[in-house]
């Protein structure tokens, strides 16, 4: 089917859908929000981490906005963007939903983003990080990060930290094309000096040649971004392959050394320092709360996916408390300039960008009663997203 049909046949379905629906049985029915997740394949961690969130919002709000039920139906994407276009269509069409969630990677995020601007759904992107996102459409905003704000923010400290030369290996997509050119460019005007920039597949790495290629140029340390679910096996390889004994530092994004995975990476993790907007080790009230209630409910640590997804569900409700319900223009109006603390720290949605502004921190991987934490020890306060003041 060509695109424009496919686009006039949802418009048509949407005006039908809307037509017989009357006013007083619309009130009496759950509100629904479609959530698109990667719940199997290789992304899979992702999907199990935002349904933990999820289900925490559940248990804490009981599942209602303004008294009126909600019902989140979750569907699995198996990390295939154009599964991810058709149930957001099927969500849409069939399921009448006000919003749509999820999209845990990038390619998710662009192929669903037409779907949003036709049917004027909000899109709330709870995972994917690539800057443009939010640029392919006026129906989209953001709980997750960018990052340009995560690059930046290790670009910042490195060079005054003796890294002077750099390697830097990121995932062969859209959010590692932002985390290579931003950190490069940052890291270059703060004197630094970037000695070759090597890629790896989204699907099935191989980090053995790179690591061989990265050892021989000898850089002061090497960065990396490597979506999240890729890390353990990535350090796994920086060790076998003797890269810490070498004297090669590791410097990242939040994503590499991910809560999710954090626990079973070992000492090689040790002392990595990293750039991310949430660690469970966040030493705020509000994040205990979060992570002692998150790991009683699901059984396991909650990592930034997590609380993507759990503050997604809190920017809807609070844009769906104001509207009463109604989705489409007036709910995207009414998630623009949203503030509240998240367990991360406070988060605005710039009304302008419709992305997030947040405190991006440096961390640090430590030790501390027996298990592996990101120890956060720097900060830069209510970053917005670099990737937009082009
Ligand atoms: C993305 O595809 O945008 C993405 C996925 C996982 C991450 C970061 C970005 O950890």
Redesign the pocket.
Known sequence: MTHRRHVLQLAAALALGAAMLPAAQAQSEPIKIGVILPMTGQQAS?GKQIEGGIKLWQQQTGGKIGGRKVEVIIKDDGTVPDQTRRLAQELVVNDKVVALAGF???PSALATAPIATQSKTPMVVM????SAITEASPFVTRTSFT?PQAAVAIAEWAPKNGIKKVVTLVADY??GNDAEKFFADRFKLNGGQVLEQLRTPLRSPDFAPVLQKVRDTKPDALFVFL??GQGAQFMKQFAERGLDKAGIRLIATG?VTDDDQLADMGDVALGVVNSHHYSAAHPSPANKKFVAEFEALNKFRPNFMAVGGYDGMRLIAKGLEQTKGAGGQALMDAMKGQTFESPRGNILIDAQTRDIVQDMYIRKVEKKDGQLWNIEFDVIKQMKDPGKSK
Do not use: F, K, V
Not at 127 to 130: E, H, M, R, V
């Open positions: 992702t845990g990677i990038t995972a994917a990080a690539t990052l859209g959010p979506p999240s994503d």
